[in-house]
């Protein structure tokens, strides 16, 4: 045990020598102080258990933590659960970071929970001897207790990963609820990579919040296209959870949201969510729930959906592609094969248009043709037009609804161009095996494309 009471007070000796050791004195200083500070109150059996209230006397060893023991050497429930408690926190966590983020996280707890009648404390405090024990428990008015742990191991070591699972089974067997804040150093993300790799800790130390529940809701509210694009063939029957990453010293709080798609591959629902350690640390007491939670996650959801609906064109354009190159393909090794009769069938497009524009291709030719008007099918040289690249597009899926409400020629013209770009500089797998460059073929399917869809030889030159 690292505290105990004197004169009504408490004195925690741990606590003091890493304060003092961080500002610089040696553990020689440190110890030296504590003697002269302590020592013959500890002599005069001043320093009381906070348990049991026996006599206690102050241990201070050179290479371990400092501590206090009964005089006669016998057990209470508090020192066997501080001697647990030490030696969980030195097979498994990294001891320095765990200390000091423990202390910063313990300040926050003690003012976050006193205004709502909740009581933090030391889990080896606890007056019932456990098998593991946690960081804090928070013991609520209406007896719930809480199990907090801060977890610092390495996620990588199977004995970690074994040990976290251990605790959970054990406070809820105490029925405590657990809940684990994972150090930041854990966490795997790559901006604008909605997925990510989980080991089991982190698994098991995720969260059902109320807010986990609300992005529930807007998932099955979405369109089925899209949750296709969400979870691919996963049958849906999982609901969103979310883990929390802290990191006590630069007092942030990172909450990723996310649906499991396998045993350890997820997909993100939202970019990380970035919040203070404080508000992370602090309990809506209607809720009986930390509040882990961003200050707008309505914004974030709307911005799901226009990034989802982004994903299925990038779909639907790469399958568009794949099938023209397939068919290509097809015909150019007809042509090798029988020389003599040259297949001129041009290549069928897909009518079809994704739900989400709610238009077949009958109807997009004619809004196509009622905004530019219908091109001249004898005129044999053309110049690339933008009705033809606009219809290519149509064909592609690439338009949105709205595109003819569009007067800015020349944003037009520019989005032309990066269209044209993003179709000749889309690789497809397999490409490298075309002669001519990956540029080429590309070229000379949107010159394809724009015989077929306008009716005239459409030499378009990429310039
Ligand atoms: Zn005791």
Redesign the pocket.
């Known amino acids: 045990m690292n505290a105990a009471i004197l004169h009504y007070g408490l004195v925690n000796i741990e606590e003091i020598r890493i304060r003092l050791e961080e500002q610089g004195f040696k553990r020689v200083d440190v110890k030296a102080k504590l003697e002269a500070d302590y020592r013959s109150f500890a002599k005069k059996k001043a320093f009381h258990?906070l348990?049991?209230d026996?006599p206690v006397e102050m241990v201070l060893p050179f290479d371990r933590n400092f501590y206090f023991r009964?005089w006669d050497k016998s057990e209470?429930s508090?020192?066997e659960n501080y001697k647990k408690y030490e030696k969980k926190i030195s097979t498994y966590e990294e001891p320095r970071k765990h200390i000091l983020g423990k202390t910063i996280i313990r300040t926050i707890l003690e003012g976050q929970s006193k205004p709502l009648g909740l009581t933090v404390e030391p889990g080896y405090l606890y007056r019932t001897i456990l098998s593991i024990v946690p960081d804090f428990i928070i013991k609520h008015p209406n007896g719930d207790v809480w199990a907090i742990d801060y977890l610092t191991g390495i996620r990588t070591n199977t004995a970690y990963s074994k040990n976290v699972e251990k605790r959970k089974e054990i406070y809820e067997q105490n029925n405590f609820k657990a809940h684990f804040f994972i150090d930041d150093e854990w966490l795997a993300y790559k901006s604008g990579l909605p997925y990510t790799t989980f080991v089991q800790t982190e698994i098991d130390s995720s969260v059902i919040t109320s807010e986990d529940l609300d992005w529930q809701d807007y998932i099955k509210a979405l369109p089925p296209e899209l949750i296709k694009v969400l979870v691919g063939d996963t049958v849906l029957h999982y609901f969103p959870k979310s883990i929390t990453y802290i990191n006590p010293t630069k007092r942030e709080a990172t909450i990723l949201r996310y649906l499991l798609l396998d045993s350890n591959n997820a997909r993100l629902l939202a970019e990380p969510i970035y919040i203070s350690l404080e508000n992370a640390l602090s309990i809506d007491p209607e809720h009986m729930e930390f509040n882990l939670f961003g200050e707008n996650e309505n914004l974030e959801r709307m911005d799901t959906t226009e990034k989802l609906f982004k994903e299925l064109d990038e779909i639907k354009f790469k399958e568009e592609q794949e099938r023209i190159l397939k068919k290509q393909l097809e015909q150019q090794q007809k042509k090798n094969t029988s020389e003599a009769s040259i297949d001129d069938h041009p290549i069928e497009y897909s009518n079809e248009r994704g739900s989400i524009f709610n238009e077949t291709y009958e109807e997009t030719e004619k809004r196509v043709i009622a905004k530019w008007g219908n091109p001249n099918r004898n005129h044999q040289d053309v110049s690339p037009t933008p009705e033809g690249i606009w219809n290519l597009a149509a064909y592609l899926n690439l338009l949105p609804v709205n595109v003819e409400e569009s007067t800015d020629y020349k944003r037009k013209r520019k989005k032309e161009r990066e269209l044209i770009e993003r179709i000749v500089n889309h690789s497809i797998t397999g490409e490298t095996y075309i002669l001519g460059g990956t540029r080429a073929w590309k070229e000379t399917i949107l010159s394809e494309l724009g015989n077929i869809s306008n009716g005239c030889h459409w030499n378009y030159r990429f310039n």
Do not use: D, K, L, Q
């Open positions: 258990c348990c049991c026996s009964h209470c508090y020192s």
